[in-house]
């Protein structure tokens, strides 16, 4: 599985090389994925707790507008059967579904993620590549009790203890803050919710289908031939790269800024020992492109690739 | 330019290869975009029907693509493509209402078959912290306040006179705010059954000593009253309630019995593998926990006032265990676990 052809190892995909993983679909296609990291994690966890502190304020403020009302229209404080009396259990259950049903009812969704996930970019997937279950998520999410609102209970007693902080305090602090620092001793960043649900979070991808990358060698120039063929390149000048320098190429070709086609014009006549500057470098750069890309896919049928300018001929 | 003409312009066969299929990308990256939005409802049954083809497609193109081209940008763009409509494909499509019946049509009560041994276990477990309780209490009535914390009761103490404790089983409360209490009750319970479960994660002892600590407040409780001799009415007015409630403890200790055994001895498979079956396996019973402490919440906040005997009270806890156990034993048997 981890010898995939999947992976190049010399094309850098994330910023941390260390969370690349593939995952194969059950069509037994290995996709890249990128493991979330755990600065990510917290991140989008901080905004989910913000997003439930501020429902759970305005839960709060409907109930006390709604017993104002109530009041205001005679009812009795003291009369819990009453129309008050509804709206206390409105409470009592609207905040059990918020803390316990935030996480599962998003990440059910399409989107698998909170809104602080989306946030952040990234999603709950299945660890093997299978479906993500119903069971998973809840699984994933009623193991948080532990490791997250379990401490926050240990850092509001011990807060409220003040001096009289006994021991076994600090030893259940301790242990407690093993659940919630989990993720950051495992290599795929799982937490203990993740280990029981055999789910794990990935960075979303969302690429878009760029152009061509040199269309002018195809363009029909004045005299009818393809543009392209204004440039010959023997053999010897296209061997000087590999496929490291054709994707740099590439890069630049995309950007398309006047600079760097300048730049890299100049030193790649300079590496094959043309003539400096003939003016048009866009479209000389593009016939180079067009050409080393046609010659290094070639080879590539016949199973011969050349990692980078470095690497031996065959 | 048209396509056509773009065609039999380009110079690169990788690229002719990326200008005959792009229309089908784009497409499928559309009705990708709109899914994800939620937008479902804008798309056409064409494009719904089309999506598990589009995708199919798209992965062998991918892998061609592996193979053939050296256009980065493109690789790039198919792999993302891939990935987000492989989360659409295999994403969580069950809606809720067809998850749901799934769930109480045999989902639930196979789940609770499959951790039988766990359950034992809890058992065990509860009955040894009654009788621990219990024991320790009737020979040194000072354990009591060790067990029950303060506050807790003022009235049901050792010692307490049985008109005082009789006057806590029946009648004399009001029966104002029936309906608050309950929503308290449950969702106090619901926390320490979510708490028991997701103890187990660190190998069930914790799981294992929750239990044994709530089972000997009710076995302390069970001593006081005993010496008043209102063995039969305090379970009573236990029971009325406890039998769905202390099941529902009872599953969700045994579920997190069943998560700590498979982490501590996964057998043949490896440890990953044994813990996320076991969890998947346990949060099915435990969305089964909450529903059940629902019900104990209502009968111990509305039933259990409104029935003043212990015949009664005794006669619909026994009719909710018989229910569960039914259920539990009973159901969903002839048919087959979905494919998992």
């Known amino acids: 599985m981890s010898s995939s052809r999947a992976v190049d190892p010399w094309i850098r995909r994330s910023a941390d090389p260390k969370l690349d993983r593939i995952m194969v679909t059950p069509e037994g296609v290995p996709l890249n994925v990128t493991i979330a990291s755990a600065g990510a994690r917290a991140g989008a966890l901080l905004l989910d707790l913000v997003f439930i502190q501020i429902i759970s304020t305005v839960i709060a403020l409907l109930c006390q507008t709604l017993a104002f009302f109530f009041m205001a229209g005679g009812a009795d404080f003291l009369d819990m059967d ?30 698998s993620a909170t809104w602080g996930k989306r946030l952040v970019g990234i999603r709950v997937a299945s660890r093997d590549g299978s479906r993500l279950t119903a069971e998973a998520i809840i699984a994933r999410n009623i193991v948080r009790s532990v490791e997250l609102f379990l401490p926050l209970t240990f850092l509001g007693s011990a807060g409220a203890g003040g001096t009289s902080v006994d021991l076994t305090t600090w030893a259940g602090f301790l242990w407690v803050l093993m659940f919630l620092l989990f993720p950051l001793f495992n290599k795929d960043r799982l937490r203990g919710g993740d280990v029981i649900a055999g789910t794990w979070v990935i960075q979303n991808v969302k690429k878009n289908l ?16 393809p543009a392209a063929a204004r440039y010959h390149f023997s053999d010897a000048e296209l061997s ?25 014009a100049t030193s790649i006549r300079q590496k094959i020992g043309w003539e400096p500057g003939s003016g048009d470098e866009r479209a000389f750069l593009e016939a180079y492109y067009t050409a080393l890309r046609a010659r290094l896919e070639r080879s590539m049928k016949f199973g011969k690739r050349r990692k980078d300018k470095f690497a031996p001929h065959e | 330019m048209s396509t056509d003409q773009a065609l039999s312009a380009a110079v690169l066969r990788s690229d002719r290869f990326r200008l005959e299929r792009e229309a089908d990308w784009i497409r499928l990256e559309d009705i990708v975009s709109k899914m994800e939005k939620g937008k479902n409802r804008r798309l056409s049954d064409e494009d719904v029907l089309a999506l598990p083809t589009l995708y199919r497609t798209l992965l062998s193109s991918l892998s061609i693509a592996r193979e053939n081209s050296l256009d980065a940008g493109l690789i790039d763009y198919l792999e993302g493509l891939s990935l987000r409509s492989y989360f659409l494909v295999y994403g969580t499509q069950s ?82 705010g029936l309906g608050v209490f309950a929503a308290f009750l449950f969702s106090n319970n619901a926390q320490v059954a979510i708490l028991a479960f997701a103890l187990g994660f660190a190998f069930a002892i914790p799981s294992i000593l929750l239990l044994i600590h709530n089972m000997a407040l009710l076995g302390a ?120």
């Open chain 1, 240 to 264: 000087v790269y590999g496929e490291y320098e054709l994707q740099t190429l590439e890069n630049v070709l995309r950007s398309d800024q006047e600079e760097a086609l300048e730049k890299v």
């Open chain 1, 82 to 111: 009453g129309p008050l009396g509804f709206v206390g259990i409105f409470y009592f259950i609207a905040n059990f579904l918020l803390l316990n049903g935030y996480f599962i009812y998003f990440e059910l969704g399409h989107r």
């Open chain 2, 221 to 340: 409780m069970l001593w006081v009253f005993a010496q008043r001799g209102l063995t039969v009415d305090f379970v009573g007015w236990l029971s009325i309630h406890g039998t769905t409630e202390l099941f529902a403890i009872l599953l969700a200790g045994a579920a997190g019995i069943h998560v700590g055994r498979s982490i501590a001895f996964p057998g043949a498979r490896s440890h990953l593998k044994a813990a996320s079956d076991a969890g998947k396996r346990a949060a099915l019973v435990m969305a089964g926990v909450i529903i059940m402490l629902v019900c104990a919440g209502l009968l111990e906040g509305f039933a259990r006032q409104l029935i003043d005997n212990s015949a009664g009270r005794f006669g619909v806890g026994g009719g909710m265990l018989l229910l569960w156990l039914v259920y539990f034993i009973g159901f969903g048997r002839e048919r087959q676990r979905p494919g998992a």
């Open chain 2, 95 to 176: 809606s809720f209402g067809r998850w749901f019946a799934g769930f109480f049509g045999g989902g639930w009560s196979r789940a609770v078959r499959a951790i039988q041994l766990d359950i034992w276990i809890a058992l065990s477990v509860m009955i040894a912290g009654a009788v621990i309780g219990y024991i320790l209490v009737a020979g040194d009535s000072d354990w009591f306040y060790a067990l029950v914390p303060g506050g807790f009761s003022e009235v049901r103490v050792p010692g307490a006179s049985e008109e005082a404790l009789r006057g806590t089983l029946f009648g004399t409360e009001d029966s104002d």
């Open chain 1, 210 to 225: 760029g152009d061509i990358v040199a269309p002018s060698a195809a363009r029909i120039s004045a005299d009818g031939s």
